[in-house]
């Protein structure tokens, strides 16, 4: 069998010359919320509200900018808070003029376009503090579409759309981005194409875009990466779901996946379990992740990161990984007669315990996805573990197709509870854990007790889809170690939710 095998050497240091670095900071905002969302507001009423999320973004820059922060990130949601209705959300709404159709400095030039406090507010936070500023916030667009004469318009005339904006250092508009997996967002609509949106900076080169739920799908964000961009802007509202999709663990797998700068900014709200935010790079994690009894408070990350250009992200290639019959009648024989089936985030996982002391070759399939584990404990304690594989579509909550291999702490001492949420662990182990994929698009994350993220040793992939992830000298007790495959061309054309 031919091997194509590329080694990973996460902890050596980036290639690139002394100087080719800037200082990125995303700031996690606990969002000033409207509390009767679904009451129509006057114009006036959602300025007063706006600003009080806007000043503390104003003082937050202030801050950012005596760290040296070139780039700041806001969360999604972070101006006007959610659960809008359709209607009772227009009076937070601005029409967003495109920037790749006019050049606009709102804090320069306020009076050219009516009806925008919040990019002219913005803006000038930008200028006054001498950093790019990104932000999301509603946008109001006419029907049909100036760019886009041909697309069918909502019902009601008017395109709402889930918006990112980014200004220059000197408060020029220079990007627009209107957010394609929404996720339950009823006051919003999907843009009629997907919109693949980049800019270009002085201090890092190029960066591009996408919001929250895109994160799981193939646009914009895997196309992005594709066409070779390197460094993505991720505002997000996640609610965090253990064990495989907190939002730390799943946003430092998709940074080391596709071998790209993740800069990701979280809401904090606690009644729904958002938090959890950083600046990811292939080499590095500066996170913030709240534990509970944690004031519900915003966060600061400043890190100085690499820049990353040109060259194609490990998951460049398009297509999926030829699978060789050989390889799945190696590995899918013999069924194992003591896996069980327990379901995780709601999807049948085929589960074995690892319940020896050391083992060279634990295998689980699911249907013909097969993985294995090589593990020997050096700390041991009472806590049931169990290694699972998951092949197919996940339907709760937005439907995508997976190839998952986990290793989890199960939440009791009953084999029924292995796939529930567990924070902490005690027990730690070297392993060496490996999935034969029908796709290129596999994340890798090892998560331990109290929402502490390790590097993995090791990271190989050969060409006939096999990924391996090794790792040792374990920091904390293991909560979940995961090799989570996208097969994103099974997908369906569209995420109904
Ligand atoms: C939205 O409102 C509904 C009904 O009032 C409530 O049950 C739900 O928790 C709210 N969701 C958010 C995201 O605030
Ligand atoms: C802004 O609104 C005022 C008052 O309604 C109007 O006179 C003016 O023409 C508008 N300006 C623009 C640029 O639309
Ligand atoms: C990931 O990116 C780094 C820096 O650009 C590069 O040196 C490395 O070869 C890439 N790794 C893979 C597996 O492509
Ligand atoms: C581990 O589990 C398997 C299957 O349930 C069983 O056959 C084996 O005896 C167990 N080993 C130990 C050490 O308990
Ligand atoms: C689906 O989302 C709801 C909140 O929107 C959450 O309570 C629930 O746990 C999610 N289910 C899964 C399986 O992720």
Redesign the pocket.
């Known amino acids: 069998m031919l091997f194509l095998v590329f080694f990973v050497g996460l902890f050596s240091s980036p290639t690139e010359t002394v100087g080719d670095s800037y200082v990125a900071g995303v700031f996690e905002h606990r969002v000033i919320l409207n509390p009767d969302p679904r009451v129509p507001v006057t114009r006036h009423e959602a300025l007063q509200h706006m600003t009080k999320n806007l000043d503390v973004y104003e003082e937050q820059a202030t801050r950012a900018a005596q760290q040296g922060v070139d780039i700041l990130v806001f969360p999604e949601d972070g101006i006007h808070g959610f659960n809008f209705t359709r209607s009772s959300i227009s009076a937070y709404l601005e029409t967003i003029p495109d920037p790749q159709q006019e050049t606009w400095n709102p804090c320069m030039e306020p009076g050219r376009h009516n009806n925008t406090e919040v990019l002219q507010r913005l803006s000038c936070i930008a200028r006054r503090n001498k950093l790019y500023v990104v932000a999301n916030m509603p946008d109001l667009q006419p029907c049909p579409l100036p760019s886009d004469p041909s697309s069918s318009c909502p019902p009601d005339g008017r395109w709402q759309f889930n918006t990112n904006v980014v200004f220059s250092s000197e408060g020029q508009l220079v990007a627009r981005y209107h957010k394609q997996n929404l996720y ?1 967002e009823y006051s919003f609509d999907t843009p009629p194409q997907p919109e693949i949106i980049t800019f270009d900076t002085p201090f890092g080169g190029r960066f591009g875009l996408m919001v929250c739920f895109d994160l799981l799908f193939r646009d914009p964000t895997v196309t992005l990466v594709e066409r070779g961009v390197r460094q993505l802007i991720f505002p997000t509202a996640w ?1 965090n ?1 253990l064990p495989l999709l907190d939002s730390i663990q799943f946003q430092r797998a998709f940074s080391l996946g596709a071998n790209v700068t993740l800069l990701a900014a979280n809401t904090r709200n606690d009644r729904l379990i958002m938090t959890g935010s950083g600046i990811f790079t292939p080499f590095s994690a500066t996170y913030h992740h709240a534990q509970e009894g944690d004031p519900e408070e915003g966060k600061l990350l400043v890190a100085r990161v690499p820049v990353l250009e040109g060259m194609p992200g490990v998951v460049a290639e398009e297509g999926k990984a030829p699978k060789t019959k050989e390889s799945s009648a190696d590995h899918s024989a013999d069924p194992i007669s003591s896996s069980f089936i327990s379901y995780m ?2 999807d049948p996982y085929t589960f074995v315990l690892l319940n020896e002391t050391k083992q060279d070759d634990l295998k689980v399939c699911s249907g013909t996805f097969c993985c294995a584990l090589q593990y020997k404990w050096t700390a041991q304690s009472k806590e049931l573990y169990a290694l699972g594989a998951f092949s197919g579509r996940h339907k ?2 937005g439907s995508y197709t997976l190839q998952v291999c986990a290793v989890v702490r199960c939440a009791n001492e009953d084999p029924s509870s292995c796939g529930q949420k567990v924070e902490e662990a005690e027990s730690k182990m070297d392993f060496v854990l490996e999935g034969w994929f029908d796709t290129k698009y596999v994340y890798p994350s090892v998560l331990v007790s109290r929402m502490v993220l390790e590097q993995p040793d090791q990271l190989e992939k050969t060409e006939d889809g096999r990924v391996a992830m090794k790792h040792g000298n374990m920091g904390g007790g293991l909560i979940t170690a995961c090799l989570y495959g996208r097969t994103y061309h099974l997908d369906t054309k569209k995420a109904v939710l």
Do not use: I, T
């Open positions: 339950y609610m779901a985030l709601r709760v909550n």
